[in-house]
């Protein structure tokens, strides 16, 4: 659709009230639809646009700044499906989010994911990955990392460590030889007793209460690749 038709000049255009939609979760799992913002994040994706937005060519750049949620208004927009995104698949490591509700760090923890070759699988009460704010800090990795639902048999044969703020063993004691699940809890009440693990660790500091969410994901998936001699 990008480049068809005359200059957008109207806010009630359909174009953009699509877009204006998909800021709202509610609409993209109705639509199956989500948007990114920016030449970096139209570069990074791997399929075929619904439809790609130009501000200056296809619509006024004011009334694409007003319908994005970027702090800076983004040039293009591109709106894409959710099912052209990475299909499930278990890796070696595993990233399993339960009740992450900061779309930042779930956007930073995909990301990290990436680096280190880890899926990512999801439990009830997590943000939304598509989410404007979760697309940013993924930075295109969204694009990348196979994404699932978390239950306690997503990742079969593995063992499921929980990332713990105190009183479990010291993380690089833990051997994290095979397929490794880190399980990661909630920003503020962290991961209740009930979840299903192996074995709890922590990662040990000398300040602070604790790690931020997305910070202790990569540290464990860091640890793993030194621990498994894979160039760090």
């Known amino acids: 659709m990008a480049g068809v038709g005359a200059l957008i000049t109207s806010k009630d255009n359909e174009r953009l009230k699509l877009v204006r939609k998909l800021n709202d979760k509610r609409w993209r799992d109705k639509l199956g639809l989500f948007f990114v913002e920016g030449e970096d994040a139209v570069a990074a994706a791997t399929a075929a646009p619904v439809d790609l937005l130009w501000a200056g060519e296809d619509v006024e750049p004011k009334l694409l700044a007003d319908v994005a949620s970027a702090p800076h208004p983004p040039r293009v927009v591109g709106v894409y499906r959710r099912a052209d995104l990475p299909a499930w698949e278990e890796r070696d490591a595993t990233l399993a989010l339960w009740h992450v509700s900061d779309p930042g760090n779930v956007g930073a923890l995909i990301r990290t994911a990436e680096a280190f070759g880890a899926a990512v699988a999801l439990s009830d009460g997590c943000a939304d990955p598509t989410s404007p704010k979760a697309l940013r800090a993924s930075a295109g990795s969204i694009w990348r990392v196979p994404l699932g639902r978390y239950e306690s048999n997503t990742v079969l044969q593995a063992k499921r460590v929980a990332l713990v703020a105190h009183g479990g063993e010291p993380l690089a004691s833990v051997d994290l030889a095979g397929r490794v699940v880190f399980l990661l809890g909630a920003e503020r009440e962290g991961l209740p007793a009930e979840v299903e693990r192996d074995v709890d660790a922590t990662i040990p500091i000398v300040g602070a209460e604790s790690l931020n ?19 760090v």
Do not use: I, P, S
């Open 213 to 231: 969410v997305a910070v202790t994901g990569a540290l464990a998936l860091y640890e793993r690749a030194r621990q498994l001699g894979n160039g």
